[in-house]
């Protein structure tokens, strides 16, 4: 079970932290994802940081490439998604979700199979 907090209203330009608590299966070997939906599109990958077992890396989309950073702490069965730099196109529906795919589709929202609730992110002009 995932479960997304820390979504809210936020002025452009500012920054908000999204955590996503995991429960009830081995949190060390899922590759750990964040999607977005924004309103009227469809769900579309934000940033991944990849079991420890393949080396912990993170992976982002180019749109927040250099404004978001992705952890996660294991011991804790966490990840976190901080964001900086928040733009209007930014506010969308946050979701984490866990993955076992290879990393080359670490990407591919297809490939995961347990999502959160998602956590919602406004973001005013």
């Known amino acids: 079970q995932l479960v997304e907090s820390g979504g809210g209203l936020v002025q452009t330009g500012g920054s908000l932290t999204l955590s996503c608590a995991a429960s009830?299966?081995?949190?060390?070997?899922?590759?750990m994802g964040w999607f977005r939906q924004r309103l009227g599109r469809e769900r579309e990958f934000v940033s991944a940081v990849s079991r420890p077992g393949s080396g912990g890396a993170t992976f982002y989309a180019e749109h927040v490439k250099g404004r978001f950073t992705a952890s996660r702490d294991n011991a804790k069965n966490t990840v976190t998604l901080r964001m900086n730099s928040l733009k209007p196109e930014d506010a969308a529906v946050y979701f984490c979700a866990a993955s076992q795919i290879a990393l080359s589709g670490i990407r591919n929202s297809e490939y995961y199979y347990n999502w959160g609730q998602g956590t919602e992110v406004t973001v005013s002009s």
């Open positions: 009830g299966a081995t949190f060390r070997n899922y590759h």
